[in-house]
């Protein structure tokens, strides 16, 4: 398939829908530019987020040492086009028994804690957001994309995605 066609598909399924208005013919070049030279879709990061707006920079390291809640404020924009509801985000906190939790609308998320003989907070993250997702009704979905990146997408696109061809070191993949 080659890169015009990629773009016309991903444009049907209404990939740069997060995409702000004043970058979509440059995310649309980077992303022809990059499948050409690459078999990637990327485009440039600028303050953790791709031009495109559906991939974010979050060290796992530092979701795992307490940065939850910030990981959440860099996605606060795609959960609410989505129609996920944050009134209310506690900074990371950790409790007597040395639980690493957020309260997130009043309820208390563990993300982690001392007994678990492998540190969990990357898959509860990735499913709290998920799970999020879908009791607000919204196809789209996280998955984990290379060391330290995150990309929002719906099966469809990840469908899409596993057809293309793209680079396997690229590819998105579920939990």
Do not use: C, H
Not at 67 to 85: D, T
């Amino acid at each position: 398939m080659n890169a015009d066609k990629i773009l016309k598909k991903l444009e049907d399924l209404n990939y740069f829908k997060f995409t702000l208005p004043e970058n979509l013919n440059e995310a649309r070049k980077q992303i022809k530019s990059n499948f050409i030279k690459n078999k990637t879709l990327d485009t440039e990061i600028e303050d953790y987020v791709s031009l495109d707006g559906r991939i974010f920079l979050t060290d796992y390291e530092d979701l795992m040492e307490g940065g939850v809640s910030g990981a959440i404020g860099k996605f606060e924009n795609i959960l609410k086009k989505e129609g996920v509801i944050i009134n209310e985000l506690s900074a990371d906190e950790y409790d007597k028994e040395d639980n690493y939790y957020i309260i997130l609308n009043g309820q208390k998320y563990i993300m982690s804690n001392p007994k678990d003989p492998y540190n969990k907070t990357l898959e509860n993250f990735y499913n709290l957001i998920n799970n999020l997702l879908e009791k607000a009704g919204s196809k789209e979905r996280l998955f984990f994309q290379e060391e330290d990146r995150f990309i929002f997408l719906t099966d469809d696109i990840f469908d899409f995605f596993k057809q293309v061809g793209l680079d396997k070191n690229w590819m998105p993949s579920k939990q």
